[in-house]
């Protein structure tokens, strides 16, 4: 058993992970979890492994076929006899010594680890970063963009009402200044729901993640919006589009300055790519 632990854990696991790549891509789910400019590469990969797989899986048939032919008739496979033991010494041969229990319990240890890792990539559905992962980062703690600034200041009102997240996340955090939004109201500025860790009865974030890379980097950013009682109609993780005005925070326990006053607030489906790139 160790031994064909040994010949095909590495095999069985690149090809697993590799199946399960491009099914994603299939599918159209690969950009949960990478940047869109990386499926290409990854699917490449995934390809070039699949083959490798199974010219490893050819040649070890091939061997064993060879190795049959070659060995006199009536004789026993000693190898495969004792497959596992390491102690058959009746006849000396050129294979490598078998491991120690010790080695061999942690070979089949990570070997374990991993194959629980891939069975959860199989069964278990792809899905989007969410607000769990939100309050493990800190929303907005990289949202400075002062690109955004300035381009804000001169934006005409189709450029503003086609700011995302990312726009309106990087201009609240470089300015508070009630008379810069005067004229810029928000339109139709779509995300999930997560709660205001200051005052979660009232205020909640339109949220998404950007993503330089892929879902380990992902940066949560976030637009507060003042909304007493918002849990009742939208739970948390939930997608909604937000259209409203800039205002002073109404919220007393609220540490933002400003938030959106909605003029509507409607439910949506999550979008194919829910990231920004």
């Known amino acids: 058993m160790w031994r064909s632990v040994q010949t095909w854990r590495g095999i069985a696991l690149i090809g697993t992970i590799s199946a399960v790549a491009l099914w994603l891509a299939a599918s159209g789910q690969l950009v949960l979890y990478i940047h869109p400019r990386y499926v290409l590469f990854t699917v490449a990969m995934a390809i070039v492994a699949l083959v490798l ?132 109201p928000v339109t139709d ?25 892929c879902a380990v980097d992902a940066q949560p950013l976030g637009v507060p919006v003042h909304l007493p009682g918002w849990q009742e109609q939208f739970p948390v993780d939930s997608w909604v589009s937000v259209s409203g005005e800039f205002v002073s925070n109404p919220s007393a326990q609220s540490l933002q300055p400003i938030v959106i006053e909605p003029s509507g607030v409607e439910a949506v489906e999550q979008p194919r790519e829910p990231y920004l790139f």
């Open 53 to 184: 797989v199974v010219a490893a899986i050819a040649a070890r048939a091939v061997v064993q076929r060879r190795d049959a032919l070659q060995r006199p008739p009536g004789s026993v496979d000693l190898l495969a006899a004792h497959d596992g033991q390491g102690h058959d010494h009746a006849e000396p041969h050129d294979h490598d010594p078998l491991p120690r229990r010790r080695e061999r319990a942690l070979g089949l240890t990570a070997a374990g680890v991993a194959g629980l890792f891939v069975l959860g990539m199989v069964l278990l559905p792809p899905a989007t970063l969410s607000t769990a992962t939100a309050e493990q980062r800190e929303i907005n703690a990289t949202a400075a963009d002062v690109q955004a600034l300035d381009e804000a200041q001169n934006a005409d009102a189709a450029a503003v009402a086609r700011f995302t997240v990312r726009e309106w996340a990087g201009i609240l955090r470089q300015t508070s200044d009630l008379g810069f939004f005067a004229d810029k």
């Open 189 to 213: 500025l779509v995300g999930f729901v997560s709660p205001d860790a200051d005052d979660p009865e009232n205020v909640f974030y339109v949220s998404r993640f950007s993503i330089t890379c």
